[in-house]
């Protein structure tokens, strides 16, 4: 079974900086890509970045330069480091696995496996 496990939200001011970290079980990274994706009260949510199986990488115009998706193959973990932060970066942040490719413009309805959100909180 596929399961993820979200962490590392927090705290902070603009301009902060955090890393969440996504842990995975039942899966390796050579088969399924990893997505991280926010949602935010009264929005839809949306994608942020990924890390696909073939190691690319998508990023959100938002994130480009402010965030950079990374995995560690050993720790089964991929990592979400966030520099920074705005408070327009204030949302729950959920971890999403497919095989393959993870695309971050929805619909999201092909994404089966879903980790538990961590909320980031950037007070100004």
């Known amino acids: 079974e596929v399961q993820l496990q979200a962490s590392g939200g927090g705290r902070v001011q603009t301009g902060g900086s955090l890393r969440l970290s996504c842990e995975a079980s039942?899966?390796?990274?050579?088969?399924?890509?990893i997505g991280w994706f926010r949602q935010a009260p009264g929005k839809e949510r949306e994608g942020v970045a990924s890390?696909?199986?073939?190691?690319?990488?998508l990023y959100a115009d938002y994130a480009k330069g402010r965030f950079t998706i990374s995995r560690d193959i050993v720790k089964n973990t991929v990592y979400l480091h966030m520099n920074n932060l705005q408070p327009e970066d204030t949302a729950v942040y959920y971890c999403?696995?497919?095989?393959?490719?993870?695309?971050?413009?929805?619909?999201?309805?092909?994404?089966?496996?879903w980790g538990q959100g961590t909320q980031v909180t950037v007070s100004s």
């Open positions: 039942g899966l390796t990274f050579d088969d399924y890509g």
């Open positions: 890390i696909n199986s073939d190691g690319s990488t």
């Open positions: 999403a696995a497919d095989r393959g490719m993870v695309y971050l413009l929805g619909p999201y309805g092909y994404l089966k496996v």
